[in-house]
């Protein structure tokens, strides 16, 4: 399988689940990322990773918690969210740190509902 | 800072009438630009992209931009559209960091 899979497609949580997002990347890329997606309102990055190493935080509550075992995956685990958490989330990859030589390669995102 | 401004939040246009997409950044160098297409569900796609040299860039299906320094601006453009163009559309800049418009949501109407 080529390009960036995410998994679940779509996850309704409640405020006081667990729950995890998966992101895979077959394309041999050096840096992962989080964005989130809302309505209305310009993509955020989350968390950058680069060979596996977080790089980047930007302010994003405790209560997301970003994982990446190796460069080819990348995980969101998610605990005690609140619902304006609901939105997109999408992962991608690029081949170096910051996309701007080659550009983003996104994966078709979770939607998360929380409820 | 950088920023990316798409002015228009949503377009329409008739099949086979040609568009273009408003896109105004600030950077403090020479920019990093791109352009993706985001479909209903589904996840942002690099239409095209410039870095240097040609100021007309050619992307995938069938869309193209202008890079004008003078004006700030890369408009993305296509002579005819289809019915599947409808999708939303957003303009980046940057290199390490890249920083995405708000887009511009796109219908297209028989």
């Known amino acids: 399988e080529t390009g960036v899979t995410q998994t679940p497609r779509h996850l309704v949580m409640g405020m006081t689940n667990k729950k995890s997002l998966k992101c895979e990347q077959h394309l041999g890329h050096n840096a992962m990322y989080w964005y989130k997606q809302s309505a209305k309102k310009p993509l955020e990055l989350m968390f950058v990773y680069n060979f596996k190493e977080q790089t980047e935080n930007n302010s994003v509550p405790s209560r997301f918690s970003p994982e990446c075992p190796n460069s080819s995956h990348l995980f969101l685990h998610l605990h005690t969210l609140q619902p304006e958490d609901s939105a997109l989330y999408l992962c991608?990859?690029?081949?170096?740190?910051?996309?701007?030589?080659?550009?983003?390669?996104f994966g078709s995102g979770t939607r998360l509902t929380v409820v | 800072a950088q920023s990316v401004t798409q002015p228009d939040i949503h377009i329409t246009v008739s099949e086979g009438a040609s568009l273009e997409l408003r896109c105004n950044y600030s950077?403090?160098?020479?920019?990093?630009l791109f352009w993706y297409v985001q479909s209903p569900g589904q996840g942002l796609q690099l239409l095209l992209k410039?870095?240097?040299?040609?100021?007309l860039v050619q992307g995938i299906k069938g869309f193209e931009a202008e890079f004008k320094r003078s004006q700030s601006s890369f408009n993305l453009r296509k002579p005819s559209v289809h019915w599947s163009d409808a999708a939303e559309y957003f303009c980046?800049?940057?290199?390490?960091?890249?920083?995405f418009g708000t887009g511009t949501k796109l219908q297209v109407i028989p």
């Open positions: 950077y403090g160098a020479t920019p990093y």
């Open positions: 991608a990859s690029s081949q170096d740190r910051g996309g701007g030589t080659y550009g983003y390669t």
């Open positions: 980046a800049v940057g290199y390490q960091k890249v920083t």
């Open positions: 410039y870095f240097s040299g040609d100021t």
